[in-house]
């Protein structure tokens, strides 16, 4: 007979919980719920992570995780705005096939009470500047590093340029996992902002529009619906 230790019930709890959210949300956790499926009791939750909040955070690092995986996927080349767009179209995939974990990411500063939790569970975020977080944002500053490097935007600050280039990638992330674009304008939309953001700091139009072409080849963007994705 296996004895199951600390570390084990620890990882148990974020799995559970990580899949919990990832299927239905954020409120959808329940201490209760999370422990009768994880096989403890539910002082485990207060033992590993001081309560529902802790947990909560974990999750968050281990979609953190993730999402970092995803965007960091597509390899570096000697194509720079290739490499930066394909890294912006697996962003977008991942809260295409996540809406979830990316809800908890960037969206989810207080969250909701609901039935079995507890006060200290609405304040737990992680923050873009926790390591994992940070990790995440510099796949894309050194994709964006690259590109001025090359000469193909003007704007000199790689902080200011991915700061704005994340910023219009969320906002249309944003409307698209909420259901407000639907199928037939989520290529056309997402490829006009790519477009008009990196023009607006400086690249050639003609440069861009070959460069979307190059990277949509690389990462097809996945078309997803409010009932599922397809690739």
Same mark, same amino acid.
Request: a negative charge.
């Given at each position: 007979m296996s004895i199951s230790t600390p570390v084990d019930v620890r990882a148990d709890l974020i799995r559970v919980a990580y899949a919990r959210v990832r299927a239905d949300g954020v409120n959808s956790l329940q201490a209760r719920r999370i422990t009768k499926e994880a096989g403890v009791s539910t002082t485990a939750v207060y033992t590993h992570f001081d309560g529902m909040a802790g947990l909560l955070l974990a999750v968050a690092a281990q979609a953190f995780a993730d999402f970092s995986a995803a965007i960091d996927a597509p390899e570096l080349t000697a194509d720079p705005l290739a490499d930066l767009l394909a890294s912006g179209i697996a962003y977008r995939n991942f809260a295409a096939c996540e809406p979830f974990a990316y809800e908890l990411l960037f969206n989810r500063y207080v969250s909701a009470r609901g039935p079995?939790?507890?006060?200290?569970?609405?304040? &737990?975020?992680?923050?873009l500047d926790d390591p994992v977080g940070d990790t995440a944002w510099s796949h894309i500053r050194r994709r964006v590093e690259a590109v001025i490097e090359a000469g193909i935007i003007t704007e000199p600050n790689a902080d200011v340029a991915t700061t704005q280039l994340w910023c219009g990638l969320h906002g249309f992330v944003c409307l698209d996992i909420a259901g407000h674009l639907g199928p037939d304008y989520q290529v056309p939309v997402f490829q006009g902002l790519a477009f008009s953001l990196l023009?607006?700091?400086?690249?050639?139009?003609?440069?861009? &529009?070959?460069a979307i072409g190059r990277a949509v080849e690389r990462v097809p963007l996945a078309v997803w619906t409010a009932g599922g994705h397809d690739a």
């Open positions: 079995g939790m507890r006060t200290e569970f609405t304040t &737990a975020f992680l923050p023009v607006g700091l400086g690249a050639d139009r003609s440069d861009v &529009a070959s």
